[in-house]
């Protein structure tokens, strides 16, 4: 607990908070959408965020009490969880729901709430924190655009198959999932955690919990169909259950088992995601798009019809500590540094990141270790330094967000020391494609 002032205190959320939590976030969230009235949906989400979710608990929320009260005036939700690169695990931290009543707005309690969030993260190792919200606003928190999302064209309700048509899919179908798919989907989510692709994997009890965990009215419920081979589960994907805007299906997730299968299963997915678009047409609101909440390079995209572009958005990221992050990552720098033929000449490298640096341990030429380093005062000059990178920048390189080319053209304060240097950091920081559907 944090004293802030005398006014307001920063504690930990408890379940008794429930229906204050519940009231506030349904109050000041999605405010343009609602028209100015709580949102039910907003309502039911907090609910089920602080009772019966498999990963989050009350202590997850963080609150600002207002003394005079002892009433909330603000507050925000952390979902823990785990993302993967070629099998290296970061530990993340989802922030979500963060609002404050309009009675205490101008006191800056959002900032409070993230610094005790960013305390607990640092002191917990959850590495990297992330948010997507409003324009520009986390930066003011130490929050960097970092990672891509969407950005996948949204596909004419008209160019998908019609009903009665399956696509094509040659065996492969997709129905509904029950319960009983999610072994085999936490069995497909596993898989994926060893490509070369940022995944967020939810395990048995996840996924029983996204297909029939949540309440009915819950913002954060979807739909999940499973892709099957025979009776086996071989893929999945995740749609919205409304329509959204002008009659808007918007798919969350599409994945497969087997890459082989993309060309049967993307005819298969797309037949269902129509029929599924058309059984929510309702008076007034009928479907009109499918918008794939994708990267452009997902298979599904790729192989599915043209549609209209889209500009990709960016979600927010910080780290609580770079040396950490690359320490995470030491065996996807050794793997992709073994690939390209590239062994180090010295026993150590330093990146320095302006504030911590991270000393890289070699072996005959092989990443070993990653440890905290000695910081040097001018980095960017320093004959003992091999490359100064601002935090910002090697958070866009480490999750493959952003090239080195594409760095060095951005940030003139980004400077390898040499050639070899800037070889070594180019192939360590290839693109990386997002397949991430975060937690909620
Ligand atoms: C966004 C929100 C949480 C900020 O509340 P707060 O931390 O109490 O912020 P304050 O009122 O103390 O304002 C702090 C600064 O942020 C700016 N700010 C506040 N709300 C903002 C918004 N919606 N967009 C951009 N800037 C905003 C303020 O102008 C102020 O800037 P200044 O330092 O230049 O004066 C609050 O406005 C809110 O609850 N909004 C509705 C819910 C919402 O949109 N949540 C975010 C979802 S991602």
């Not at 039910?40 to 609150?63: C, N």
């Not at 798009?289 to 599915?304: D, E, F, I, K, S």
């Not at 958070?395 to 053209?409: D, F, I, S």
Request: charged share 20%.
């Amino acid at each position: 607990m944090t004293m802030v002032g005398t006014r307001y205190l920063v504690r930990p959320g408890r379940a008794g908070d429930a229906d204050d939590l519940a009231a506030l976030q349904a109050a000041t969230q999605l405010q343009p959408v609602t028209g100015g009235e709580p949102d039910p949906a907003i309502e039911a989400w907090v609910r089920d965020l602080m009772d019966g979710h498999p990963s989050v608990t009350p202590d997850d929320f963080l609150v600002v009490e207002d003394t005079a009260t002892g009433r909330p005036a603000a507050s925000l939700v952390g979902l823990r969880q785990d993302w993967y690169l070629g099998g290296a695990r970061l530990p993340v931290g989802q922030v979500e729901l963060v609002a404050t009543a309009p009675g205490h707005r101008g006191n800056r309690l959002t900032e409070m709430l993230f610094a005790a969030l960013h305390d607990r993260y640092r002191a917990g190792g959850v590495t990297l924190q992330m948010i997507e919200g409003i324009p520009y606003f986390y930066r003011r928190l130490g929050y960097d655009y970092a990672l891509a999302d969407d950005g996948a064209p949204s596909v004419p309700a008209a160019s998908l198959p019609a009903d009665g048509d399956d696509g094509s899919g040659a065996g492969l179908t997709v129905r509904a999932a029950t319960v009983d798919d999610a072994d085999a989907l936490a069995a497909i989510d596993r898989r994926l955690t060893g490509d070369q692709v940022l995944s967020c994997p939810r395990d048995a009890g996840v996924w029983r919990y996204e297909i029939a965990g949540r309440r009915a009215a819950d913002i954060a419920r979807n739909a999940v169909a499973v892709l099957v081979d025979g009776a086996e589960v071989v893929g999945y994907l995740v749609h919205s259950v409304q329509l959204y805007g002008a009659g808007e299906l918007v798919l969350f997730a599409a994945a497969c088992d087997r890459p082989a299968d993309w060309t049967r299963a993307a005819p298969a997915m797309l037949a269902h995601l129509g029929v599924a678009g058309r059984q929510h047409t309702v008076a007034g609101q009928s479907f009109n798009l499918l918008r794939q909440r994708l990267n452009p390079q997902h298979p599904l995209v790729r192989l599915g019809p043209p549609g209209v572009p889209k500009r990709q958005r960016g979600w927010y990221l910080r780290t609580t500590d770079p040396v950490e992050l690359l320490a995470h990552l030491t065996p996807v720098l050794r793997a992709r540094w073994a690939g390209a033929g590239l062994r180090w000449p010295a026993s150590s490298m330093t990146i320095d990141t302006y504030g911590r640096a991270a000393r890289l341990e070699f072996t005959d030429g092989e990443l070993t270790a990653v440890t905290a380093g000695v910081r040097s005062p001018n980095p960017a000059v320093d004959p003992g330094t091999h490359a100064a990178i601002p935090p910002g920048a090697l958070l866009q390189l480490a999750l493959g967000y952003r090239t080195l080319p594409e760095v060095l053209a951005a940030w003139p304060d980004c400077v390898p020391r040499d050639r070899r240097t800037e070889q070594f950091l180019t192939a360590a920081f290839p693109p990386v494609e997002a397949r991430l559907w975060p937690r909620a």
